[in-house]
């Protein structure tokens, strides 16, 4: 490759000229797919515009890919992001929703699958997850909604009369003048 480079230097006396077409070639080696995996798809949608701009991008991923994963980003990665069209700024928060969702997958399951429609599937919760990140879509909104319902359903369950009874002991022993029904709270079963 090096010699190919030399050669395109040594036919063009003009430097910028030579330039270009040198970076054309190099940009058409395996070498260069291998090292920018994803590269010419982001520089042809406008993602990004250089080999500057790719390493600024990976290095944003691989932050996010750290503070998420606890790892490094791979190439194919890469290269599926680019191939998605997503900025880093989506692709953390797409991190972001799946560090909620890890954070409350057995909350999520036991509001929805409870006081809700049914337990929620991996895509379900992968929305949930988007939505409270920021990622707003139909599904998201729908499955947020019915999680905020399901929570306001499992807190009427703990109100009325035999969640906190009125207790009072006495000389006849303990006495719950709350239970006998009157001017209170009922409960959700009654």
């Excluded at 700024?89 to 929805?112: C, P, R, S």
């Amino acid at each position: 490759m090096a010699n190919k480079v030399n050669s395109i230097f040594s036919q063009y006396p003009d430097t910028d000229t030579a330039i270009q077409f040198a970076l054309a070639y190099v940009r058409g080696t395996p070498w260069y797919q291998q090292t920018f995996p994803g590269i010419q798809y982001g520089m042809q949608h406008g993602i990004i515009t250089n080999e500057q701009d790719y390493r600024q991008y990976v290095t944003a991923l691989d932050t996010l890919a750290d503070r998420y994963l606890g790892r490094h980003i791979t190439g194919n990665e890469v290269a599926g992001y680019l191939g998605r069209g997503l900025t880093p700024d989506i692709v953390g928060k797409e991190f972001q929703g799946l560090a909620n969702v890890q954070a409350n997958y057995q909350d999520y399951t036991y509001y929805l699958g409870n006081f809700g429609e049914g337990r929620p599937s991996t895509d379900d919760m992968r929305s949930i997850g988007e939505e409270q990140a920021g990622l707003d879509s139909a599904l998201g909104q729908k499955l947020g909604r019915a999680l905020q319902q399901a929570m306001q359903r499992y807190s009427t369950v703990f109100q009325g009369n035999a969640a906190t009874p009125n207790l009072s002991l006495g000389k006849t022993g303990l006495s719950a003048p709350s239970l006998l029904g009157g001017n209170t709270t009922p409960d959700v079963g009654a």
